[in-house]
């Protein structure tokens, strides 16, 4: 019969020691009840305050039920956080993040180690999904029959838990030396496993799977200013200076017109975006948010229900010159409410893909374990009650990275011939205005 742990009571411990010994129950740990507080803690956050569900094809419920059973039963720290962001994966929301400690994921003052420290490992999100672009010398699997021999597959599970971008950094993080069990899903639809062992040192700067999508640089860079100003904008983060923001847009006034590349921009607040967007706009524009709870109850003697908007005025001087906004699969956030207000309402052409689909208002959750659980709470809608969330911006001008492209070329040349073609697309956006 196999071993069985009891639920955790306030019966005196005498009690809990006779029913124990008669039923053959081993009695909880203290780390064991720390874990489950802690999993109980993040479970509980999502489920007051995550208003996706209805878009989730999940049980949150049956989700908690079935991994909790586990948690008692993880044999060292970084099993319980991989089961852990396991059930958040599950969610499949780009929204959805959790940071914790590195040394969680070790044990004994051990610090733990990557796959992504592994030299020559290379991940790269591909048309939205995460493919393994290198491998280890005599590390790398066996291709599919039929399959071309460069062929690049998508990193489908890790340890058997779904890839999210946010979340598979966890996933990748254990114990040197450790195995790291690996599912493969090839161009073909054949799914593969693989393990790859974790390096037995980590680097002093750990690589991140966003690849040529990770951050290049300032927050604000600007990449060429004749005959028309690129602005990378990276990020819209509390780091960026609003008055460096506005110099920028007013030099761009000065040339033939702007190209804001917000291909690297995950988001960030809301308040650097609509300060960006007003530079921009002809008229007052008004969102609708969607709180989680919007009725409350005052004093028990009566209910309000609470309707918010968020008012973008215009604020001069206007731009007014032609403007390219550049896209990716990993734009996120606030980051493509700003593609999405300026292509509808300042006359931008959004070039590129189309955007991830991460549309709410974030909440941050501080978890007993020194953690922090981040999602989507206020949903940012326009006028009609429709969002962003899972469509995203759908781009009007398709210059896209393709899977086909990175096989064909290699990943380093088939980034070099993306960049080249959304520049030919956004010089003729220019000429045609």
Known sequence: MPARRPLRTTTLATTLAALSACAGLDPLTVAESERLDTFDFYWQALRDDYPLFGQQPVDWNELRQRYRAAVPFARSPHEFYHLLTGMLSELGDPHVSLEVPDERFAADGIAPTSLLDLPDFELMPIEGRMHVVGWPAHRAPTVPEGMPERSYPELWRVEGFPVVLPLVGNLLLGPPSSPVELQLRWQNGVITRHVVARPVRGTRQRRTPLAHLASQGPQVQLLRSEPFTWL?????????????????????????????????????????????????LPHTVETVLAPPHPTSTWFGLFEVEVFLRNVWEPRAPRFDKPLVVLTSAQTGSSAEHTARMLQRYCGAVVVGERTIGAEAVVQVADGPDGGQLRFGSTRVLDRTGVGLQQDGVAPDISVRLTLADVERLGPQAAVADWERRLLAAAQRCMRQR
């Open 232 to 280: 990378a904008l990276d990020r819209l983060s509390s780091d960026v200076k609003l008055d460096d923001l506005d110099r920028a847009i007013d030099r761009a006034r000065e040339t033939d017109g702007l190209v804001l590349d917000l291909r690297r921009n995950l988001g960030g607040l809301f308040l650097v975006a609509k300060h960006l967007v007003e530079r921009f």
